[in-house]
């Protein structure tokens, strides 16, 4: 299979599975437990179906809209993921420039493989940054002063990591950061000769926005489960959320709300958006989906917050979906993952372009010329 024969996010991820050691390719692709959440992230879009018009004169459409306050080509955000250089020796590097690229907003993530200042520099396009809180006061401030230097756009606080979810792919395979060789996986990375001699030969393994304060999954390999249930602040409430929001004193995003009482209690502290989120089914197994919560937290809240639907999108029929019941933008991670683990740069701007193309067919096919006639008339429940 060649980067040539995908044309959708799923072709991506079977090219991913192939181009992988089992143990990293698992880390993408699972989830928690069972893994219900992360297949229903998905299949929630196919409880709804859009309701064409016709006639529409759709000659000209217009597919952009803001997010945040900045203007975005398509109503997508790629989410910020962790520890991207395992995937692919690119990394952010890779995702940042083809997000600028097609003029999307994207994120990194505390635990990224690319440092504040490095991805500050390469790209002008929105950024945003998604804070761990942990334990160490002074790592949450070093961060956010790093953000605030580097003139990100937006900062996300991570809600739904107060401990981490059981990731049992992970824990057969013994993945960990930076990744390392165990008996039961030699063979798989000995057949995976590109990857392997990239994580070997090229520059150093490390976690750059960390490392200034820890050693673990730089110079100390760790499994995700066991970073985020011993560095993280199992403490952290409204009052931390509310604390950081005023330090940060910039566009301020909590990702990870699920509820429309803790999506009221966001607009409360003052945040100006909610990412609707379970971590990619990553964390709490047999969780709604975001999709499944969106109605009920748009009526809630919508019109006093920006409402981001994240998880689940394979299809750009799903982001309209998304923006019919209420969403500002969708956003994901595993969408832009498995092509940046299969083909790096070239992988993630072939699976935006194709995403694009889905957008611009499915609002033609609509009948709707810019993102924002997509409402919930065009909307019925199966």
Not at 277 to 286: E, K, M, T, V
């Amino acid at each position: 299979m060649r980067l040539a024969d995908c044309h959708n996010i799923d072709d991506f991820r079977r090219l991913a599975k192939a181009r992988l050691p089992f143990p990293v390719f698992d880390y993408i692709d699972g989830a928690a437990d069972d893994e219900l959440t992360k297949a229903r992230n998905t299949a929630a879009f196919d409880t709804v179906d859009l309701v064409p018009d016709v006639l529409a004169g759709v000659e000209t459409i217009d597919t952009s809209c803001t997010i945040l306050g900045r203007r975005s080509a398509l109503p997508l955000m790629l989410s910020p993921t962790a520890v991207q250089r395992a995937f692919h020796w690119q990394g952010e590097t890779a995702v940042a420039k083809a997000a600028e690229k097609f003029g999307l907003w994207f994120g990194i993530s505390s635990l990224a493989t690319r440092s504040i200042e490095e991805i500050a520099a390469l790209t002008s396009g929105p950024k945003l940054f998604q804070l761990y809180v942990h334990k160490d006061k002074g790592l949450n401030t070093h961060m956010i002063e790093r953000c605030q230097a580097a003139k990100f756009d937006a900062l996300a606080l991570t809600v739904d990591t107060i401990v981490s979810g059981k990731r049992e792919r992970c824990l057969r395979s013994g993945f960990t950061t930076p990744p390392r060789f165990t008996p039961a996986s030699i063979w798989s990375y000995a057949t995976r000769p590109r990857w392997t001699l990239d994580y070997l030969f090229r520059e150093k393994f490390r976690l750059p926005n960390l490392d200034t304060h820890v050693s673990e999954g730089t110079n100390k390999a760790v499994s995700i489960a066991e970073y985020f249930n011993t560095m993280l602040d199992t403490s952290m409430d409204w009052d931390t959320a509310a604390t950081i929001r005023q330090q940060w004193g910039g566009t301020f995003v909590l990702k990870g709300v699920m509820s429309a009482g803790d999506a009221r209690r966001a607009v409360e502290i003052g945040a100006d958006a909610i990412m609707i989120s379970n971590h990619g089914g990553r964390q709490l197994d047999g969780s709604r989906a975001p999709f499944d919560q969106l109605p009920e937290i748009v009526d809630a809240v919508g019109g006093r917050i920006e409402i981001i639907c994240d998880g689940g999108i394979r299809r750009g029929t799903h982001v309209m979906k998304a923006l019919a019941s209420g969403a500002s933008a969708a956003s994901g991670g595993r969408l832009y993952l498995y092509a940046l683990a299969a083909a790096g740069q070239y992988g993630v701007e072939r699976a935006l372009g194709i995403l694009k193309d889905e957008i611009e067919r499915g609002m033609r096919l609509m009948g709707v010329t810019r993102v924002d006639q997509l409402t919930r008339d065009r909307l019925r429940l199966r």
